[in-house]
């Protein structure tokens, strides 16, 4: 059984930086990529970022290029998104995803496992 938890949400004026967590539980082995999307109020669930468990390979949506970025810390089983320079349309609960298969998917049914979210609200 994989679990998956997330942290870091909050409220953030325009221009600021957040930075998120996913720790995955201890009984994650099998997994071989993990990725972020989000999802705001009336819209689909939309790919952010993914990283392999490996850390050498890693995609960024268009929207976010320059602004987030994803990493990991295996020894600590967490992987982050660094979210710098925020705007108001970044607003969305940002959900951490995982899966068996090695390879960067950017579609939200690749993914088995996901956590529960965690609210970011940007203020303009």
């Known amino acids: 059984q994989v679990r998956l938890v997330e942290s870091g949400g909050g409220l953030v004026q325009a221009g600021g930086s957040l930075r998120l967590s996913c720790t995955a539980s201890a009984l994650s082995v099998g997994i071989y990529t993990m990725g972020w999307f989000r999802q705001a109020p009336g819209r689909e669930r939309e790919f952010v970022a993914a990283m392999t468990f490996s850390g050498d390979s890693t995609a960024v949506a268009d929207f976010v290029k320059g602004r987030f970025t994803i990493a990991q810390d295996n020894a600590k089983g967490t992987l982050y998104l660094q979210m710098n320079n925020l705007n108001p349309e970044d607003t969305a609960v940002y959900y951490c995803?995982?899966?068996?298969?090695?390879?960067?998917?950017?579609?939200?049914?690749?993914?088995?496992?996901w956590g529960q979210g965690t609210q970011v609200t940007v203020s303009s």
């Open positions: 995803a995982a899966t068996g298969r090695l390879k960067l998917y950017k579609t939200p049914h690749e993914y088995p496992y």
